[in-house]
């Protein structure tokens, strides 16, 4: 969430244009009596940290967060975020005090106390009532770790073509998102043969839509876990970000900070999935177990980028762990191929 670049470069045209129009908007808000209030994320962290992740908005006074939350997309996006926000956070019996950044957000290592499995923290703003985010803690280990993607993984989207892009974003209701036929079931039986599995949901979506897709992976039975999302605004070199970097730059930071872990990363081939989890693959052998690829239909493919095949050429071409990705149109088949394959064990037997 934070902006990567730092130093002394002048920030983009974009960057200081949405600089601009924020601190306008922020003054008009505010003299109409908005305050700053968190919203908070899911985080992680494991032995003595954590990591806390949030974003800290201007609503009116009455707003519940509850409130629509199930409604149609264009409504999480007018959002007003609210920078250099002082926010507290108590995590067990450590208390932070820290300033919100650009955009609002909060993506802070913090020291902790807290003990493994699943805890809460709690963030406050002077002007508005606490919230409490869940945060994971991730034992000492040695233990297995699950990377999934989002769309056309586990909820069948089709982008980033960019009308059906917009529809899902904007129009369509959570409630009427369908989910990728047996990939919950898949993750439901590793969690059965690892309980302690810690599961993140990596996606180059945009945090405005967190909480419903949150609410997506939950009413569909998916494991609860930490989203590393993106912000779709300006960056300080250019009008938009990169959905490979924001995967890329994830993936390397859950390798570094929970070195007990070894990782099955799970993606489709309607993008770029297959040649960043082979990437990963190759510069850490030693911490990914093995990788799983839906494959999409012709149609999917057609919608998804405008070609029939998948977008970076076969899937089984790229990365070497355990024998090479491990391929299948759904959940069901996928679960059948890694139990033949024995790359997650115990899920041979199920």
Do not use: C
Not at 333 to 344: A, D
Request: hydrophobic fraction near 40%; charge should be negative.
């Amino acid at each position: 969430m934070a902006d990567p670049m730092s130093g002394s470069l002048r920030p983009h045209l974009a960057s200081r244009v949405e600089a601009q129009l924020h601190a306008t908007l922020d003054r008009g808000l505010r003299a109409r009596g908005w305050i700053p209030q968190v919203v908070p994320y899911v985080g992680y962290g494991s032995d003595g940290w954590v990591r806390v992740m949030a974003r800290v908005l201007l609503t009116p006074p009455s707003t519940r967060r509850d409130e629509d939350s199930d409604g149609r997309g264009w409504r999480r996006f007018l959002t007003a975020s609210a920078a250099d926000i002082p926010v507290t956070i108590r995590v067990g019996e450590r208390v932070h005090v820290v300033t919100s950044a650009r955009d609002g957000y909060l993506d802070l290592r913090l020291d902790s106390d807290l003990a493994p499995g699943w805890n809460t923290v709690q963030l406050s703003t002077e002007a508005a009532d606490p919230v409490d985010a869940p945060v994971r803690i991730v034992g000492p280990g040695p233990g297995l770790g699950l990377v999934s993607d989002i769309d056309d993984t586990v909820m069948v989207t089709m982008l980033p073509r960019p009308l059906i892009a917009l529809r899902n974003a904007f129009l369509v209701k959570e409630s009427a998102r369908r989910p990728v036929p047996g990939m919950a079931a898949l993750y439901s039986d590793i969690v059965e043969t690892h309980p302690d599995l810690f599961v993140v949901y990596l996606s180059t979506g945009a945090w405005n839509a967190a909480e419903a897709l949150a609410e997506f992976l939950a009413r569909h039975g998916y494991p609860s876990g930490p989203l590393l999302l993106t912000d779709w605004g300006p960056t300080q070199t250019g009008w938009f970000r990169s959905g490979q970097e924001h995967k890329r730059e994830q993936l390397r930071r859950l390798f570094e900070e929970l070195p007990q872990l070894r990782w099955l990363l799970v993606g489709d081939d309607g993008q770029h999935d297959p040649s960043l989890y082979a990437e990963a693959a190759a510069a850490r052998p030693d911490r990914v177990l093995g990788v799983a690829i839906r494959q999409l239909s012709t149609t999917e493919q057609v919608v998804s980028h405008g070609t029939p095949g998948p977008k970076d050429g076969p899937a089984g071409t790229g990365g070497a762990v355990g024998g090479g990705p491990v391929l299948g149109g759904d959940g069901f088949t996928l679960r059948q191929r890694l139990g033949e394959r024995n790359l997650i064990p115990g899920l041979e037997s199920r």
